[in-house]
Nanobody, 124 residues
Framework: QLHLVESGGDLVQPGGSLRLSCTAS????????IGWFRQAPGKEREGVAW????????NYADSVKGRFTICRDNAKNAVYLQMNSLTPEDTAVYYC?????????????????WGQGTPVTVSS
């Protein structure tokens, strides 16, 4: 069976940090570009960060640039999202999604959604 599971979401205070993980089983992630997306209550899903299949190319939404870092460890079949200086506006369910291409793009519809996501709540 093929699975892609997000984890690491939690309740954190403003200014805090979290590290999200996206782990695959049953298939090899290193064939895919990966995007992290998020969806806040009542809002549309939006892209946050993207990474190429080998990790050499990354891109970020303006809202998270300088605060979030996407990286991957293909040996562990995993992709991570380090989130620093979190604000309440970062509160959302975060999803990692695959693109059947080595190179990432920002178009949500180019990605396949797999999991249930992991919830991040930033609140004091």
């Amino acid at each position: 069976q093929l699975h892609l599971v997000e984890s690491g979401g939690d309740l954190v205070q403003p200014g805090g940090s979290l590290r999200l993980s996206c782990t695959a089983s049953g298939f090899t992630l290193n064939n895919y570009a990966i995007g992290w997306f998020r969806q806040a209550p009542g809002k549309e899903r939006e892209g946050v960060a993207w990474i190429s299949s080998r990790g050499g190319s990354t891109n970020y939404a303006d809202s998270v640039k300088g605060r979030f870092t996407i990286c991957r460890d293909n040996a562990k079949n995993a992709v991570y999202l380090q989130m620093n200086s979190l604000t309440p506006e970062d509160t959302a369910v975060y999803y990692c999604e695959t693109r059947n291409n080595s190179f990432p793009c920002r178009n949500l519809y180019e990605y396949d959604s797999w999991g249930q996501g992991t919830p991040v709540t930033v609140s004091s």
